[in-house]
């Protein structure tokens, strides 16, 4: 060291520093990781899914080449299928159901607009689509109008929401179309099944029955169609119903995936075609009232009723409900999913019962005004929501009818073109 100073020795290098993980954002998420494992074996508990001493490590193989049997995830790829036919529908609606509208006469014609005006406008949008005798003197009053003039510009403003026959049409003809085609496949799929003619067949050897091609394609559309339902009811025409309609795909939905996912597929296609084969004649109802064809509409209608009676009441309790009930009780035994699954069947009964205690009573007082040819009410304008419709277009049995009905989407009345 120059100076004679002493040289000194150089601090020592120092450590890297090690990032360290917090010990409690660490605990925190074992403690997340293990609420979901928790969670997923309470979901997939096998002593719910499935009969005793049968496990999902029994139906995690194959049982053939080409064969498996129904998993879970199989119920993910509906998703995709049913964007899929919900393009598909909007396609037909404009370059197949419209042309075809338009051939049989109906016209893409809004029914007549209310004049414009600012304050009345604003009554119908913030307060009040159909006001009261106070509401009507004082806006009488404000505008210097005559109070049936106000009447008349919010009919005029109420039906101008409303769809035109052209988009109802072109919606039913979707889904006659969907109906009529999938019942057919669901028949000619089932007319090779052997528990089509022996219901017995649905519990030999179960679950482990493996899963063909053809039962997968059936049961996926089918989930696939309900769902594309679930995402079109947000853009369809807005019924009175939308909110019992909603509840009804969604529970259709659960019904199909629950079955599909403990492999009761084959009673389940059993279900589906049966409840198939009335859906595509109330649709044949509505185009033929759409179209005008008023004698083809009460035909329809009535073949739809028998239909819907015969197989709901009559095929459904004593060959459905007599399999899942009593033969799969002698076979396989209950176990907890079975009870939920008969329990929904069940229910599905009862509301086949009032459904049908509906179509019923709505046939009766059609028949009992049979000799009514025609609607005598003039078409006057009037603040109520029920008289908007054109009194001409709502016979059905050549008769009249003043209220409507819709449960399901089956319609409980003769007024086949309200459906706002």
Not at 23 to 48: P, S, T, Y
């Amino acid at each position: 060291a120059s100076g004679g100073g002493v040289a000194q020795a150089p601090p020592p290098p120092t450590a890297p520093r090690v990032h360290r993980p917090r010990r409690g954002r660490e605990g925190g998420g074992r403690r997340k990781m293990a609420a979901a494992a928790a969670l997923r074996a309470w979901f997939w508990n096998e002593r719910f899914w499935l009969p005793h001493n049968v496990t999902w490590a029994d139906l995690a193989g194959e049982p053939g080449p080409g064969l498996q049997y129904p998993r879970a995830g199989h119920v993910l790829s509906a998703f995709p299928l049913a964007l899929g036919i919900f393009a598909v529908r909007l396609l037909f609606e404009r370059f197949i159901a419209k042309p075809c509208a338009i051939n049989l006469g109906i016209q893409d014609s809004g029914p007549h607009r209310a004049q414009p005006n600012a304050i009345l406008e604003k009554v119908f949008t913030s307060i009040t689509k159909s006001p009261d005798g106070r509401r009507l003197e004082g806006l009488s009053k404000q505008l210097d109008w005559d109070v049936r003039k106000i009447q008349r510009w919010f009919r005029h403003r109420r039906n101008q929401d409303k769809p035109t026959t052209l988009t109802k049409f072109c919606e039913s003809m979707w889904r006659f179309t969907f109906y009529l085609s999938i019942f057919f496949y669901g028949i000619r799929f089932l007319w090779t099944a052997p528990w089509f003619w022996d219901t017995r067949q649905c519990w030999y050897n179960y679950p482990f029955q493996p899963l063909t091609s053809r039962l997968y394609y059936y049961y996926i559309l089918e989930l696939a169609f309900y769902w594309s339902l679930m995402f079109s009811q947000f853009t369809d025409i807005k019924r009175k119903d939308f909110l019992i309609m909603f509840v009804h795909h969604l529970a259709t939905i659960g019904l199909i995936t629950f079955s599909y996912m403990n492999n009761m597929v084959r009673v389940g296609t059993l279900v589906l075609c049966l409840h198939d084969a009335s859906d595509f004649l109330l649709e044949a109802a509505k185009l033929a009232n759409y179209a005008k064809y008023q004698r083809l509409c009460d035909a329809f209608f009535m073949l739809f009723g028998v239909v819907f009676i015969v197989t709901r009441l009559g095929i459904y309790p004593f060959w459905i409900l007599n399999t899942t009930l009593f033969e799969s009780w002698e076979l396989i035994g209950p176990y907890p999913s079975w009870w939920l699954f008969n329990g929904l069947l069940v229910t599905l009964q009862v509301l086949h019962i009032i459904w049908s205690y509906l179509i019923i009573r709505t046939a009766y007082k059609a028949l009992m005004r049979g000799k009514v040819s025609k609607d005598d009410r003039s078409d006057v304008e009037s603040s109520s929501e029920e008289e908007d419709v054109t009194a001409n277009s709502t016979r059905v049995f050549s008769t009249s009818s003043n209220g409507s009905n819709r449960i399901n989407g089956h319609v409980a009345s003769g007024q086949w073109t309200q459906e706002e």
